[in-house]
Structure formats: structure tokens, C-alpha cells
């Protein structure tokens, strides 16, 4: 075939095609086969083939499978439905005035063709536009959020720096973390990255660009080499993909909007670069056959074979993505044993089956060999799509042997066998449930605990009487006597014992208190279980024996039907085992991800890093490191609302694929820079010098509002020594006229608020006492003895079990340093300070202690103290002043339902407090404390966002979306950063689910429009922290008022219980 009858045979099937997706978007049926009947029927026309579905539907409830095979105009040989499962139910759209309704319908098929004919643009491609158009306009209306929204980047450029080698990211503009997801998948083969990146348009391009379809190819293609050299080369953390994506919108023109299915954007994305190539390769290849590089690194042919009214057919189809249904299935081989073979499927771990009429068997298999999982299904009865959240497994290494032709007669043979297996599987398993479920009633039991049961009823002791005559005896709860009771046990015990005392006379006889709550409990004198009355030792021997001898045997029999059914399973997994059919091996690159529901989600993609030989994680901006547990915890579904809907396997016999490139000359593997041409070479050489010269910028920047605050503090400085020396120029000239030296930087800051009060009462309490026993002692002497008792009795603080609501750190500095095990140096210069603070000079003996003091201060050499260390405690100290500050706060506003105000200061008290604690555990307070009251704060304001949301008044449904927008999305991140804490991860999700469960229910097109738009900033999995408004300022205070308040919050906890403290 020449290359003129391939290119119209290719417009022949895609023109098919279109018709074909016209007709099931009008109709609304999904039968391939009857969409196929109904056009050939019509001969082409689409308004007949309405007519003919709509009357069909009234007639007829199934299709027969022979129209399948009658058809003789082909479907687009490039993406078949394989294997999926036809609904044949087709929905009536006649209503009561059928013909005005077909009219309509024709005519608006009509516009559509006649659409088609003028423009080239199918109906996916305008569905594509309209999302585009969407992401666009949602990218432009990002830019004019503030940066307190989490949708903006951080005003700071080092927040967006690549740290190092990692992974750079790719920015959502706009409900586009499919674009991203897709992409990064295909950058990371490096061998489609190499095809990307020296990629260069043909040199007769204008020539080439001669309908619209052809004149977006080539500038498509050159704004993905950027995107792609930014990814290999940038210095940005995550790079800004908006002009491309532009480009895919200006390609087409539409005015909806709606969220884009990722599967249908990667068909077209593969079909525009495979033109794209297309036109390169021609022009290379001139009176050759072209090769295309992307139809041999994606695409592959299998071959349909099958037998129809005693003919044999094999068809040769060519596939890109592999369609698999995966409802039913529990894993991939399920999936693709029900999508190659038809008729009735053998599974190796379920009774499913599904039937098409023929076999599949693939013929070639594409080096990229990616699989699009079917989680999206139609409900009919709700009249909108579902997501499918069951779960399905998959593995990292794919052996593809059994679905090979070459393997057809072996794969045949082994299915069989397994065919016959379990049957007798079935049978086995038939016959261990009887075991297991003896019985002819509604419950049923194990046969050997029956056994056992009536073992132990034989082998109890035999008593005399019966249980209800001997209940009866017992006084009824209003507290009558025995003797008023029934008649005596004895009239109608004829077993009892001779021996046996008569009952006691009534006179000796007590009356029954009724208790209630032990009224019910088995009196000691009975058997704690049922026991037979008369039961010789001889019937209890042979009893025993039968019953001990067919337990023996039951169990025995249990024991060999579980071995048999294990060793069948076994059988069973371990058929395709053998190295003959272990040939075709395929190993897991990468796996596509969506969280949400059908109408609104997430993507994200969990991609295997050879180099590193780990996996990572792609979140839009995001790139961290991942595991294989977590990526089957987000994507074999069944867990939240995360599944895979994508999976793309890589031959490993193929290395290429992911190898990395090397030089000719030197033989060096090439990285960064080394890998682009010199076009791109210089692309993002200009763009790494933007963002150097925005750091650079930003630096100055902060350079010069950090020397504008010095001077603002040191005017403030000025102005306060300004006003002491008025105010101490009109009192006495002091005593001492020496000027004392800089106070030590402790004493001057220990919390917003001045506490010499409070510290010095505590050093003249210490001197005093010194004083009372060291009457005689000079000054050195007396800060020797004064030092020592103070520092004692902050070391009983520092030992002391004490509750929550009494914290010594909020007291004292030296107890925050002795829990937390600082150095004896700088617990001895700490406690010195104390002495030589100036507000000791009241009389001569503490002036005298404390200028001894200060003298001492003065002769500790450096290398004696790390005053570097000494500051970084003292700053720790401070930081753990201020997250209390924060935390008793926001408690305190928590109490007070002011919800809004009160997540802010938890939100800062979590993460300085988080900060602390990396240092040591009694660095800063219960993290499961505040995390708890973070949680419950956003759970509040979620539910008061619903309520208001609910209300459906315009005010009051602004009001509650602002709440979510500003306040609780922004933190979200925050609790599924920390994926260890299972009770945040649970909190979000029932936060989500609250949003997500609106999208069944009626409302008004406004508030689905907004509840559409919200949704995906909600299911939006990214872990990045995005920036925050400011943290609260704090107001002054003194270490009393912080013990007391702190103390009073906390007592007010316990009297309240939370969950989770």
C-alpha cells in the first residue's frame, strides 16, 4: 500500500469514527456494534440511524453478535474498545412528539458535520478546547488572587528555588493536574525525552501548515521542548507550563467549560506529536516509508481471531492506550484475560466472565505499553457518571507471554487446565462448607465445634433438679419470701439424693433483695452450663468415644480439604510460572492517579526514578519521594477515593527507554545542560538569569527593610533614653556614678514584656535567705551561698511530676535548660546574669553581691562559654515563650466558638511548636494537643461552611466558600503532610466527603456551578505549604500572666474531654 492509500484509508476510518462518536453522544448508547448496524443500515446517514435506534428500542432488548463480525466498514483502527462490555440498553429519546424530537436531532447533526467539513475539528477535539479555555481562565484569575490564597506562589523566590538535583514541578494553571500528570510521565522515558528535546521542525514547515489541524503541530512542539529543557535545566522549583497549554486553546474555538478527562487528552497529545513527527519523517525520508518514532514507541497490533457461522476470520487491529473494564475484576491479568479472550473467561481468582465473540492475541507489543483503567461507568437510573472506588491490584513486573500469538497454543492448554482446576475447585470448596457450616437452620455452625458442644454437654455434672423449679424458688424482684414462693423443690425431685439436707424451715428462710444490676447473675449452686439429668458412666464412655472419634475425623477431613484447596490455588497462580511464559517482561514506570468523583478530582502520578531506583511522587509543583506502600495505598483503590486510572509499563528488555545518554567522544553520561541543544541551551540559560536576577532583587529588598527597622529601633532607643535622662535629671544624683556595662542579652529580652519584678523578687529572696545563714560572709561569699540555693530550688522545679496545668519552664529559664539537658556552662552564666541584673542595686548588700556578680561575668573567657550556643538556647527559650502565647490563645478563643480568629494561632503554635520539638521532646508542648484543637477547629468551620452553603442564599454561600478558600483549604496541606497522623488524614476526608456527597443532590445551576468550581481546590491532594497570611501579633506580657492564663486554659481542658488528647 502506498503512502497516498494509507493517508486516505486513515481519513476514512477517523471520518468513521466521528460518526460514530456523534451518534453515541446524540443517542446516548454505548454499543459499538449497534452504532456500527444502525449507520450501515442508514447507508452514512445520521438522522436515519437516529431513527432506527429509536425504534429499536422499543422492539428489540439485545443485539446479536453476528452484526459485529457483518460490519464492513472499519472503526479507527487506532483506538478500539477492546474487550470492553457493551451496554445494550439503549436510552428512548422519542419522547411523546417523536418526530419534531428526530427532527431536531438531524439538524443538529447536521451543523455538526457541516462543522466538521468547514474547520477539521472533530467533537473531542472541541471538548479538549473547552477545558483549555477553562484552565486559561482560571490561570488569569489566579493572578489576581492575593498571596494569603493557596492557589498563588510565594512572594519570597528562595520559597520557589530547586533545591539541589530533585525533580522540578510543573504549575496547575487552572484545573489543569492532568496536563501536568501526563506530561511528567512521558518526560521521565528519557528516550521520549530525547525525541522531544532534539526535535526541529521540518524546513518546508510553512509549506506544510495548510489547515488549521497541521498549523498547531509544529508551535505545540516547540513549546513542549521548553517546557521539557526547563525541566531538565531550571533553577525554579516547579516551571509555569500556561504557554503551552495557551497554545492547545488558540488550536480551537469554544465557549464551555468543563473538567477534562485525562485519557482522552494523552489519545489526542499522542496523535498531534505523531503528526508532528509524521511531517518531519516524510520530509527526511523521501521516497521511503517514513518511520515515525512515537507509532513505534507507543502503538502495537494484536490480532482478533474467531469463528462466525463456520468461517474462521483474523483480523489485524492496531491499539496506542489498552482499554480494560475494571469492575468485577480484583486484578490487571483479571482485567486482561476478560478484554483478549470471549466467551467464557477462566480468572484465576473470580467467577467473572465477559463475552464478545472472539479471542485477541497481541502480535506486537509497543515499547511503552500503557493501559487505561475503565473506573468511570454511566449511571442510567441517577443520569450521571460514577466513579468506580473498588479495589484492583496490579504488579511492578508484567508478564505479557500469555497473551502473545506465538504463545496462542500453550496459553490455550494452560487455560484449560485451569478451567478444569476449578471445577474441581468449586467442588472441594462446596464440600468445606458443609463442614464449615453445619446445620439445617437459618445458623450454622462448624461441624467439630458441634462435636465439641455436645462433648462438653455429657461430660457436665448430671444435676437433680429442674433449672426452672430451681428459679422459681428465688423470690420475684418485689421482695417476697420464700415462702410465699412455689412449692418446694423437693415435690418434684424424684432423683434426689437421700443424703441430701431437707430445705430449711421457712422460719430460717431469707427474703431476696432485689439488685439490679446483679439480679440476673447465675447463683453459685448451678452448673455454669446446661447439663443431661440422667446419664449412666457407661453411656457417658461410649458417648465420649463416638463424639471424640468423629471430631477426630471431622477435623482430619477439614484439614485435608483446606490442604487440597490451598494447593490447587497454588496450582493455579504458579501456571504461567515456568521461564517459557516469564520471556515478555514488563516493568511499571508509571502510574496515574485520580482522587474525587466522577465530575471533579485530582490527578497526580507516581513515576519510577531508575536513577535513585525509587519511586516519586508528581503533585502538579510538588515532586517528593514515595514508596511502593504508598503508591498501592493511593492507587489500587478501595481505600478513600484514590485509584490508578492509568498505568504505563516500559519493556525492561528495552534499557533506551530509560537509559541515560552518553557522549560520543568522552564517553561521559550526559546531565543538566549537557543533554539540550544549543536552542535550549540558551532558552533556559535566559530564564535561569530572570529568576537570578529576582533573587537578586528580593535579597536588596529584605537588605533594606531590615536596615529601615534597625534605625526605626534605634530612634525608638534613642527616644526612650531621651526621656529617662529628663526624668532623672529632676530626682537625686544616684550613689554610684560608674555607668554599669551592657546588660546581658537575656535579661534584656525574655518575653515581650519586662520581667525584672518577677525575676528579681526571686534573686532577693535567695540573698536574703544566704544572708540569714552567712551573717558574717562577705559579698563573694554571699552570691556563692545565694547562687547555690537558688539554683536547688529551680532544680526541684525542673524534677517535679507535676500536672499539665502547672508548667515550671513558663517560670523560670534554668528549668527549661535542666529538662532539656544544656550544658553546665550555660546553666552557670545564665543563673549568673540573674545576680548582675541592675535591679538588684535597692541596698548595699545586693549592690555589692551583684557588682561581684558582673565581675565574674566579665572574667569568663570565651572559649569557657559558646556564646554562640549560649544565644541559640536563650532564642529556643523565647520561641517556646511565644508558642505558648500562641496555643493558650487559641485555646482560649476555641472556648469561646470564635473559630475564624482561633485557627491562626493554632496553625503557628502546631508549626513552631513542631519546630521545638525536633530539638528535643521537652522542648515545647503535647503536639497531640494542638493538633487535636486544629483538627476540631477545621472540622467547625467546614461544617459551618456547609450550613451556610446549604442555605442556598447568594450572601450565605460567598460568605461559606470564602471560608473554605481562605481558612480551611490553605490548611489542608498541613494535616496531609504528616501522612502518619491517620486522624488528620481522616478529618479530610470527611471534610471532602461532606462537599462531594452535594454532587448528588438537586440544586440550582448557580450553586452547581460554584460547588464545580470549588471541588477540585478541595480534592486537591498536593502536600506543598503554600504561604500563609502573617502570623498574630503578639501583645506584651510577663511570665506571671503567662503562667496563670496557660494554667487556667489548661485546668478548663480537663474538665471538657477531647478525643485524641
Known amino acids: 500500500m502506498t503512502v497516498e492509500q494509507n493517508v486516505l484509508q486513515q481519513h476514512s476510518q477517523k471520518h468513521q469514527q466521528t460518526l460514530l462518536n456523534q451518534l453515541r453522544e446524540v443517542t446516548g448508547t454505548t454499543d459499538t456494534q449497534l452504532l456500527q448496524q444502525a449507520l450501515q443500515v442508514s447507508n452514512g446517514d445520521l438522522a436515519e440511524a437516529v431513527a432506527f435506534l429509536t425504534e429499536k428500542n422499543t422492539k428489540v432488548s439485545q443485539q446479536e453478535e453476528a452484526t459485529y463480525y457483518q460490519t464492513a466498514q472499519p472503526g479507527n483502527d487506532r483506538y478500539i474498545s477492546v474487550g470492553s462490555q457493551a451496554d445494550t440498553n439503549v436510552i428512548d429519546l422519542t419522547g411523546d412528539d417523536k418526530d419534531d424530537l428526530q427532527r431536531a436531532i438531524a439538524l443538529s447533526l447536521e451543523e455538526s458535520s457541516r462543522a466538521f467539513r468547514e474547520t477539521g475539528i472533530t467533537d473531542e477535539e472541541q471538548a479538549i478546547s473547552r477545558v483549555l479555555e477553562a484552565s ?178 483474523e483480523n489485524t487491529e492496531m491499539f496506542g492506550q489498552y482499554p480494560l473494564q475494571v469492575n468485577g475484576f480484583k486484578d490487571l491479568h483479571e482485567c486482561l484475560e476478560a478484554a483478549m479472550i470471549e466467551g467464557e473467561i477462566e480468572s484465576l481468582h473470580s467467577e467473572n466472565s465477559a463475552k464478545s465473540g472472539q479471542e485477541h492475541w497481541f502480535t506486537e507489543l509497543p515499547p511503552v505499553l500503557t493501559f487505561e483503567l475503565s473506573r468511570f461507568e454511566f449511571n442510567q437510573a441517577l443520569g450521571r457518571p460514577e466513579k468506580i472506588h473498588h479495589k484492583l491490584e496490579f504488579p511492578s513486573v508484567l508478564y505479557m507471554d500469555r497473551y502473545m500469538d506465538k504463545n496462542r497454543e500453550i496459553t490455550r492448554i494452560k487455560r484449560e487446565e485451569i478451567r478444569r482446576l476449578k471445577e474441581h475447585l468449586t467442588l472441594l470448596q462446596q464440600r468445606l462448607e458443609r463442614y464449615l457450616s453445619y446445620g439445617s437452620g437459618p445458623k450454622r455452625f462448624p461441624l467439630a465445634d458441634v462435636l465439641q458442644y455436645a462433648l462438653e ?128 517482561p514488563y516493568r511499571l514506570h508509571a502510574v496515574l492517579v485520580h482522587e474525587g468523583q466522577a465530575s471533579a478530582g485530582h490527578y497526580w502520578a507516581y513515576i519510577h526514578s531508575q536513577p535513585q531506583g525509587r519511586w516519586m511522587k508528581y503533585n502538579d509543583i510538588s515532586v517528593t519521594k514515595s514508596s511502593w506502600e504508598e503508591l498501592v495505598r493511593d492507587s489500587f483503590g478501595g481505600y478513600r477515593n484514590a485509584s490508578a486510572y492509568c498505568l504505563m509499563y516500559i519493556d525492561e528488555k528495552k534499557p533506551f527507554l530509560i537509559g541515560e545518554e552518553f557522549d560520543k567522544e568522552t564517553g561521559q553520561m550526559l546531565t543538566g545542560f549537557d543533554k539540550l541543544p544549543p536552542d535550549l541551551k540558551e532558552y533556559v540559560k535566559e530564564d535561569n538569569q530572570r529568576f537570578g536576577k529576582e533573587i537578586e532583587e528580593w535579597d536588596a529588598l529584605q537588605v533594606k527593610k531590615a536596615q529601615q527597622e534597625r534605625l526605626a529601633a534605634a530612634e525608638a532607643l534613642a527616644a526612650a533614653e531621651a526621656t529617662a535622662s529628663q526624668a532623672a535629671a529632676k530626682e537625686p544624683a544616684p550613689t554610684v556614678t560608674a555607668a554599669p556595662p551592657r546588660d546581658p542579652e537575656y535579661m534584656e529580652q525574655p518575653s515581650p514584656a519586662d520581667d525584672s519584678k518577677h525575676l528579681k523578687e526571686d534573686t532577693e529572696r535567695a540573698i536574703a535567705k544566704a544572708a540569714a545563714e552567712h551573717e558574717d560572709r562577705g559579698p563573694e561569699e554571699l552570691l556563692q551561698a545565694a547562687f547555690t540555693m537558688e539554683y536547688a530550688r529551680l532544680l526541684r522545679f525542673a524534677q517535679e511530676d507535676t500536672p499539665p496545668e502547672t508548667d515550671h519552664r513558663l517560670q523560670h529559664v534554668i528549668v527549661y535548660l535542666i529538662q532539656n539537658h544544656a550544658p553546665k556552662s550555660i546553666l552557670e552564666r545564665t543563673l549568673l546574669e540573674q545576680f548582675a541584673h541592675r535591679s538588684l542595686g535597692f541596698d548595699q548588700r545586693c549592690k555589692s553581691i551583684m557588682e561581684v556578680a558582673r565581675a565574674k561575668l566579665e572574667l569568663i573567657k570565651p572559649e569557657e562559654v559558646n556564646m554562640e550556643e549560649y544565644e541559640i538556647w536563650h532564642q529556643d527559650y523565647r520561641n517556646f515563650q511565644e508558642t505558648t502565647f500562641y496555643l493558650l490563645t487559641g485555646l482560649e478563643l476555641f472556648q469561646k466558638r470564635s473559630y475564624a480568629e482561633t485557627l491562626m494561632y493554632l496553625i503557628y503554635a502546631h508549626q513552631y511548636n513542631k519546630e521545638l520539638l525536633l530539638k528535643g521532646s521537652y522542648r515545647g508542648h503535647s503536639e497531640e494537643l494542638i493538633a487535636h484543637y486544629r483538627r476540631q477547629c477545621l472540622l467547625k468551620l467546614n461544617e459551618h461552611a456547609a450550613s451556610l452553603f446549604e442555605s442556598g442564599e447568594e450572601q450565605d454561600v460567598v460568605n461559606g466558600l470564602n471560608i473554605m478558600n481562605e481558612l480551611v483549604v490553605p490548611c489542608l496541606p498541613l494535616l496531609l503532610v504528616d501522612e502518619m497522623e491517620e486522624k488528620d488524614i481522616v478529618a479530610v476526608e470527611d471534610m471532602r466527603n461532606r462537599w462531594c456527597s452535594y454532587l448528588g443532590q438537586e440544586m440550582e445551576a448557580r450553586l452547581q456551578e460554584k460547588l464545580t468550581d470549588f471541588l477540585p481546590k478541595l480534592l486537591d491532594c498536593s502536600t506543598e505549604i503554600r504561604s500563609f497570611r502573617d502570623p498574630p501579633k503578639l501583645p506584651s506580657y510577663c511570665t506571671l500572666e503567662l503562667c496563670e492564663r496557660f494554667s487556667r486554659v489548661v485546668c478548663s481542658l480537663s474538665r471538657s474531654p477531647a478525643d485524641g488528647r
Open 136 to 313: 486559561i481562565a482560571e490561570n488569569k484569575a489566579c493572578l489576581k488572587r492575593t498571596h494569603v490564597e493557596v492557589w498563588s506562589d510565594s512572594p519570597n523566590p528562595h520559597d520557589r528555588k530547586r533545591v539541589d538535583k530533585c525533580p522540578v514541578g510543573l504549575k496547575n494553571v487552572g484545573n489543569t493536574c492532568w496536563f501536568s500528570a501526563v506530561i511528567q510521565s512521558l518526560f521521565n522515558l528519557l528516550e521520549f525525552q530525547r525525541l522531544v528535546l532534539h526535535y526541529s521542525p521540518p524546513v518546508c514547515a510553512q509549506d506544510l501548515a495548510c489547515n488549521q489541524k497541521e498549523h498547531r503541530n509544529l508551535p505545540f512542539m516547540q513549546e513542549l521542548r521548553h517546557v521539557f529543557s526547563l525541566l531538565v535545566g531550571s533553577k525554579r522549583k516547579y516551571v509555569d507550563p500556561s504557554r503551552a497549554v495557551e497554545i492547545l486553546k488558540d488550536a480551537f474555538k469554544a465557549t464551555d467549560s468543563q473538567q477534562q478527562d485525562v485519557s482522552e487528552f494523552t489519545h489526542k497529545l499522542l496523535d498531534w506529536l505523531e503528526d508532528a513527527f509524521q511531517m518531519k519523517a516524510e520530509e527526511e525520508r523521501e521516497g521511503e516509508k517514513p518511520k515515525n518514532p512515537m507509532l513505534e514507541l507507543f502503538y502495537g497490533r494484536f490480532l482478533a481471531v474467531g469463528v462466525h457461522e463456520g468461517k474462521r476470520f
Open 457 to 584: 454437654f455429657a461430660s457436665s455434672k448430671p444435676v437433680c433438679t429442674s433449672p426452672v423449679e430451681d428459679i422459681d424458688l428465688a423470690a420475684p424482684p418485689g421482695g417476697t419470701t420464700a415462702s410465699q414462693a412455689a412449692p418446694s423443690t423437693a415435690e418434684h425431685a424424684p432423683c434426689s439424693s437421700p443424703e441430701a439436707p431437707p430445705p430449711p424451715p421457712p422460719s430460717q428462710q431469707r427474703s431476696v433483695i432485689h439488685k439490679p444490676f446483679t439480679q440476673s447473675r447465675i447463683p453459685p449452686d448451678l452448673p455454669m452450663h446446661p447439663a443431661p439429668r440422667h446419664i449412666t458412666d457407661e453411656e457417658l464412655g461410649v458417648l465420649e468415644g463416638c463424639l471424640q472419634r468423629w471430631r477426630s475425623e471431622v477435623e482430619q477431613d477439614t484439614r485435608d480439604l483446606q490442604g487440597s484447596i490451598s494447593r490447587i490455588h497454588r496450582t493455579i497462580e504458579l501456571m504461567y510460572s515456568d521461564k517459557s511464559m516469564m520471556q515478555v
